[in-house]
């Protein structure tokens, strides 16, 4: 399956070795590495990217998430060019970055007051710092199985094997991957998603230590894992009684599942909110904010006798609120909010991942296509998907196969990793979907059934 698209991305090849020389893996992220080389973009334009060999491919990857208008908006990009010729970054604030978070206080039902970030890595680390300064306590909680950026507090109970992870009614905590400290570890307490009993009781036990949980509204850490009926109001009503704050990572669902974000959608409100991807539509926004009460333990009792800048929770950084950023996601959530975006890709998500189930079932592979609105997964099994353990049923080096003839025959399919989602965007069409799906069935027909 690789040699198909091995023959037609020689100058990427080349490229490759080029670029190992400089970056491990020759990548400038450890997602974007895959057997037996990447390829390289050169160039975005709308539903598509086209590699430095000039092929085309019809993009669902959409940069894991960001791209919701399309590459290369117009309006955006206007808004970006005209950014560029009027400033750049000052240590002093700008008014296009304050324009920026009204319009994420004004969309967003949980966030009264917001930091700007650059990427959702930043916006979860400072967000688990708040919550811990407001609520004096510790420890955080949150799902196996998902990730919430890459600090070493988020990178817990992440990709974990079985043996590793123990009992599911009370999953260890481990690290993902090395160089991140055993106390660390100690501060995070992991649960499964999705099951109510073993959640509370993990929860009630911690509760004296537990300053928050972080959780994804619909778990795309793992694909697609959709929450069960009553399980967010569930935990919202747990940690208001237990005083733990509720952030919701909506970094992968804000502002795509909805203009107030995945909350708009489930009718449940956390204490605070992190985004970041479809915030900017391609450019680094990212964010966090929250309750006004909560938002406020940044802010330094100017009375304190002990230095001003650590007698509160810190949030500082020479990019925040970057101008360029902020005017390419005031644009950004200006479209969405006024424009037909969603009815336009969540009717389009659709009929991509309802086509997807329909044309594997006919191609004879046992699938399960999982998806909300314009974002979805597709599991190589037939298993029924709830949890981060259940999506190990499913066949990831069939996947891998499956996107790899769907490579080559010019549809990313989000990218080869079994983990990772895709999306539809607004430039997208019917007559794009009809293709995607009529190289989706070839792909699913070539892929060996065992
Ligand atoms: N949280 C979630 C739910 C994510 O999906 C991601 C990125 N995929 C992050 C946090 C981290 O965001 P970033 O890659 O911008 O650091």
């Not at 539509?281 to 230095?307: C, L, N, T």
């Not at 979805?376 to 003839?405: C, K, P």
Request: glycine share 8%.
């Amino acid at each position: 399956h690789a040699r198909l698209l091995e023959e037609k991305t020689s100058k990427s090849r080349e490229f490759h070795r080029r670029a190992s020389n400089v970056t491990p893996l020759g990548v400038e992220s450890n997602v974007r590495s895959f057997d037996p080389y990447p390829f390289y973009i050169e160039e975005t334009d709308g539903s598509y990217v086209y590699d430095m060999d000039d092929n085309e491919y019809l993009d669902f990857l959409l940069a894991l998430g960001p791209i919701i208008l399309g590459h290369g908006h117009p309006e955006v990009k206007e808004a970006v060019k005209r950014q560029v010729e009027k400033s750049d970054l000052t240590a002093t604030p700008q008014p296009v970055a304050i324009e920026f978070m009204e319009k994420v206080c004004e969309m967003v039902p949980s966030i009264e007051s917001v930091r700007m970030a650059n990427s959702g890595t930043e916006a979860t680390m400072h967000a688990l710092r708040v919550a811990r300064s407001y609520t004096g306590k510790e420890k955080i909680a949150k799902p196996e199985g998902g990730y919430a950026g890459a600090h070493d507090y988020a990178l817990q109970s992440v990709y974990a094997s079985e043996e590793a992870l123990g009992p599911e009614e009370e999953p260890n905590t481990v690290s993902y991957g090395t160089g991140i400290p055993d106390a660390i570890s100690e501060t995070v307490v992991a649960f499964p998603f999705n099951d109510k009993e073993a959640t509370e009781r993990i929860l009630r036990k911690h509760a004296d230590d537990m300053a928050a949980v972080i959780i994804e509204p619909v778990m795309f850490s793992c694909g697609c894992l959709k929450p069960r009926d009553g399980y967010h109001e569930f935990l919202r009503e747990l940690t208001d009684e237990l005083d733990i704050v509720l952030i919701w990572d909506e970094v992968m669902t804000g502002f795509r599942l909805g203009p107030q974000s995945a909350q708009g959608r489930f009718g449940v409100t956390p204490d605070m909110t992190t985004f970041a991807k479809a915030a900017g539509a391609g450019y680094q926004v990212a964010g966090f904010g929250g309750r006004r009460d909560i938002m406020e333990e940044i802010v330094p009792p100017k009375k304190k006798e002990a230095s001003k800048w650590n007698s509160s929770a810190f949030h500082g950084g020479t990019y925040n609120g970057h101008p360029v950023a902020a005017a390419a996601g005031l644009k950004t959530l200006e479209i969405l909010d006024e424009r037909d975006v969603y009815e336009h890709i969540d009717r389009l998500g659709d009929r991509l991942f309802n086509g997807l189930q329909e044309v594997a079932d006919d191609a004879g592979l046992a699938v399960n296509v999982e998806h909300i609105g314009s974002m979805g997964q597709v599991y190589m099994t037939d298993h029924d998907i709830h949890s981060y353990r259940d999506t190990w049923h499913a066949n990831t080096d069939q996947f891998a196969d499956w996107w790899l003839e769907a490579a080559a025959d010019g549809v990313l399919f989000g990218n080869p990793l079994q983990g990772e989602r895709f999306f539809t965007t607004y430039t997208h069409t019917d007559e794009q979907i009809d293709h995607a799906l009529e190289v989706a069935e070839d792909a699913f027909r070539a892929v060996d059934h065992q």
